[in-house]
């Protein structure tokens, strides 16, 4: 089975740094994704890790490390509009086309 | 990337209806998944929409509950059959990849 775990809620301020941890126990893992989501808006991709250690993409970064079942994202120099849900997501083994397990979400309100 | 629209983008229902949502990709995929958001929670994923074969369902969903079809690679249907309030959710489709996009989503109230 998958267990992913996330925190519930953070709150940030404005142009800080947030860390958002994931930790996941699957029976399988072929990668695993980080998605953005607005409030009534649909999820959003931000990051794909299938081998151990860093992905950055502008104020986004993504870490993983396999053995240990975590994954974190780095989000930079916040902007109010980061204010939103960021899903941790893990990919059960079956090919690159595979479903998603997703992690119950954490809420991040960034305050100026 | 892929684009992918949802028919409709809500709906308000009646207990012991049914309403088939529709999904549809501008380009051609292998993979459709279908998802249910329930209010404040994380996506769970229904069932994985197969082209030429029977939907494949995760554990708690059934096909005649949530029967899927997939007539081609562009375009796949989800019926939510026999509501109840607690069907009352958010249904997404998406493409499956390393780069995963996720229709509009159906936001779904049943009376």
């Known amino acids: 089975g998958q267990n992913i775990d996330q925190p519930t809620e953070m709150t940030a301020t404005e142009g800080a740094i947030v860390q958002i941890n994931c930790t996941y126990q699957t029976s399988g893992f072929n990668g695993l994704f980080w998605y953005q989501q607005h409030a009534g808006e649909a999820p959003t991709f931000l990051s794909y890790?299938?081998?151990?250690g860093l992905e950055e993409k502008g104020r986004f970064s993504s870490f993983l490390s396999r053995s240990k079942g975590y994954s974190y994202l780095l989000l930079k120099e916040l902007q109010m509009k980061d204010s939103a849900s960021y899903l941790c997501?893990?990919?059960?083994?079956?090919?690159?086309?595979?479903?998603?397990?997703f992690g119950t979400g954490t809420l991040l309100a960034v305050q100026p | 990337s892929a684009v992918i629209s949802q028919k409709p983008s809500r709906d308000i229902c009646q207990r012991g209806t049914s309403l088939t949502i529709q999904c549809q990709v501008d380009s051609q995929v292998t993979m459709m998944f279908w998802y249910r958001q329930q209010p404040g929670q994380s996506l769970t994923l229904i069932a994985t929409a197969n082209q030429g074969s029977e939907a494949t369902y995760e554990s708690g969903f059934v096909i005649d509950k949530f029967p899927i079809s997939r007539p081609n690679l562009t375009f796949s249907t989800l019926t939510v059959s026999n509501m109840s309030p607690e069907d009352s959710s958010i249904y997404l489709c998406?493409?499956?990849?390393?780069?995963?996009?996720f229709g509009p989503g159906t936001r779904l109230t049943v009376l």
């Open positions: 890790n299938v081998l151990d």
């Open positions: 998406s493409t499956g990849g390393h780069e995963q996009f």
């Open positions: 997501a893990v990919s059960p083994p079956g090919g690159a086309t595979n479903k998603l397990i």
